[in-house]
């Protein structure tokens, strides 16, 4: 069974840090793109980050750009989000998402979602 | 504001056909497929359409999608009061560089 767990999230004050993990589990890790996809509370979906299968090809959102960065550990099955200088409109749900294998853009599993919240 | 526009909310009667639109423009619709999502209150999104019309093994054929030029749509025939969620469109912007997400539609069973 594919499993997603997302880990790390919590509140931090704005202009902190914080990292996000997601444990992957059930499929060929080291196969797959993978990516974060946030939610802030009450609002709609917004992809953040891209990372192909040997994290050769990397994207980001204008929104975090410059101040994310997404990683992996293959060995590890682990998929991981550093964020910093964080802002109040980073505050979201953060879900982990798996590419499909033949349309990238196309996330066919989620994770459950970690709630991050940017505060004073 | 989203780069793809889709209405806010739809409804219908158990039984009924519902159509969603999405709507973008050349840099992202018109020479990108298009996915969609489901989500159920409370939970993590599911994918119900990939490339314009594909349905992922366990989804329902109640559930379709099409595209036409820079539009794209999902209809859910026969609904059921279990098909009362959030529906997102997406796909990949060439300009931006990046996945870009309807504001997401409500659907509604009366």
């Known amino acids: 069974e594919v499993q997603l767990v997302v880990s790390g999230g919590g509140l931090v004050q704005p202009g902190g840090s914080l990292r996000l993990s997601c444990a992957a589990s059930g499929f060929t890790f080291s196969t797959y793109s993978m990516n974060w996809v946030r939610q802030a509370p009450g609002k709609g979906l917004e992809w953040v980050s891209y990372i192909n299968s040997i994290s050769s090809a990397i994207y980001y959102a204008d929104s975090v750009k410059g101040r994310f960065t997404i990683s992996r550990d293959n060995d590890k099955n682990s998929l991981s989000l550093q964020m910093n200088s964080l802002r109040d409109e980073d505050t979201a749900v953060y879900y982990c998402?798996?590419?499909?294998?033949?349309?990238?853009?196309?996330?066919?599993?989620w994770g459950q979602g970690a709630l991050v919240t940017v505060s004073s | 504001q989203s780069v793809l526009t889709q209405p806010p909310s739809a409804s219908g009667t158990p039984g009924q056909r519902v159509t969603i639109s999405c709507s973008g423009s050349?840099?992202?619709?018109?020479?990108?497929?298009v996915n969609w999502y489901q989500q159920l209150p409370g939970t993590a999104p599911k994918l119900l359409i990939y490339?314009?019309?594909q349905r992922p093994s366990g989804v329902p054929d109640r559930f379709s999608g099409s595209k036409s030029g820079n539009s794209a749509s999902l209809a859910i025939s026969g609904l059921q009061s279990e098909d009362e969620a959030d529906y997102y469109c997406?796909?990949?912007?060439?300009?931006?560089?990046?996945?870009?997400f309807g504001g997401g539609t409500k659907v509604t069973v009366l």
């Open positions: 490339s314009n019309n």
């Open positions: 050349s840099s992202n619709i018109g020479s990108n497929t």
């Open positions: 998402a798996r590419s499909h294998l033949g349309v990238v853009t196309a996330f066919d599993f």
């Open positions: 997406t796909t990949w912007d060439d300009s931006l560089k990046g996945v870009v």
